[in-house]
């Protein structure tokens, strides 16, 4: 399921690990993270802030790959469009 992620976002900096079930995703400028946060929530995708995981910077989010392959390859689709949109 990483790997779909890594398929749909692989010209972002995305740091993952293939038997992990999340993904940690470094934001494109100007983007900051919990701008970001809310935008995704308001496009029904719910990622979590990556400060919430002890990371010392202000530009990272991190989403679970847990779902099926069908809901991350939706849900990653979404996050992809909504940083073009912002670009």
């Known amino acids: 399921r990483t790997a779909i992620a890594g398929d749909i976002l692989g010209n972002l900096d995305v ?3 293939p ?3 999340f993904v ?3 934001l494109p400028e ?3 993270t919990m701008d ?3 935008a995704a929530a308001m496009r ?3 990622v979590a802030p990556g400060s919430s995981f002890n990371t010392p ?9 847990l779902p099926d392959p069908d809901t991350i390859r939706d849900v990653f689709t979404r ?3 909504l940083l073009e949109q912002h670009a």
């Open 19 to 21: 038997e992990a079930s």
């Open 30 to 32: 100007p983007w900051e």
């Open 36 to 38: 970001f946060v809310a």
């Open 57 to 65: 910077y202000n530009n990272h989010f991190r989403n679970t790959t």
């Open 44 to 46: 029904d995708v719910l």
């Open 79 to 81: 996050i992809e469009a």
């Open 15 to 17: 740091a993952m690990d």
């Open 24 to 26: 940690l995703l470094r």
